[in-house]
């Protein structure tokens, strides 16, 4: 593994112990942090066996980052968001679904750099990766769901923060969407489908 994703796990680490400090919600946060716990071990071993590129560990680092705020916080309750739901005038704090679009933006280049480790980058495989993005976003919303009923029903709206939006998942999955597909205006080239990204 390169000394420069050594050096931005490390970074990662550093503030995600930071973010740990306090939390707002204490059992939210644990909630939020599941995805951390079980993946991040996953992100480093997928690095070694698939050798993500710079720019793929940087994109990881970027959401992995925002990700761990809306943690601290509460993606409902992110202090730092609220000026532009004021500017905008929003009825809510839609630093969630900034997250939820920048999933599909950011996350789209590392799945894809794993689908053609084990064949060649194609029309197909960029159509499939967009597919796995649609995918993994609306599992997510099932599995933010379930986790909320199971363990922690009290904390429900603040785990789930729809705040009262009764087609949150909807719009989430709808904005993870749309970042996938930005992604097709720069891997989906006709001539130069055989190139490795």
């Known amino acids: 593994m390169p000394k420069s994703h050594k050096i931005m796990y490390a970074i990662y680490i550093v503030i995600w112990l930071l973010l740990a400090i306090n939390p707002k919600y204490r059992q939210d946060w644990l909630l939020e942090n599941v995805l ?15 050798c993500f590129s710079f720019i793929t560990i940087i994109m990881l680092f970027i959401f992995t ?16 968001f609220k ?3 004021e500017f905008f ?11 939820h679009f ?11 750099e794993i689908i053609t ?7 197909v495989t960029v ?4 597919s796995a993005i649609i995918s993994i976003a609306t599992l997510y919303e099932l599995l933010e769901w379930a986790a909320a009923v199971i363990f922690h029903p009290d904390l429900g709206m603040a785990f789930l923060g729809t705040q009262g939006d009764v087609w949150d998942a909807h719009k989430d999955t709808l904005a993870a969407t749309i970042g996938g597909v930005i992604n097709l205006f720069f891997y989906l080239k006709v001539d130069k489908c055989e190139e490795k990204v």
């Open 117 to 123: 480790f084990y064949t060649q980058k194609s029309r």
């Open 127 to 130: 159509i499939f990766t967009l």
């Open 89 to 99: 005038s929003f009825d809510r704090n839609n630093y969630d679904r900034v997250v």
């Open 36 to 50: 951390i716990f079980i993946f991040f071990p996953i992100i480093i071993w997928m690095d070694m066996k698939y």
């Open 65 to 80: 980052t925002l990700h761990t705020i809306g943690a601290h916080y509460t993606y409902a309750e992110t202090p730092f």
């Open 102 to 112: 920048l999933f599909g933006l950011l996350l789209f280049r590392p799945i894809l």
């Open 83 to 85: 000026p532009v739901m």
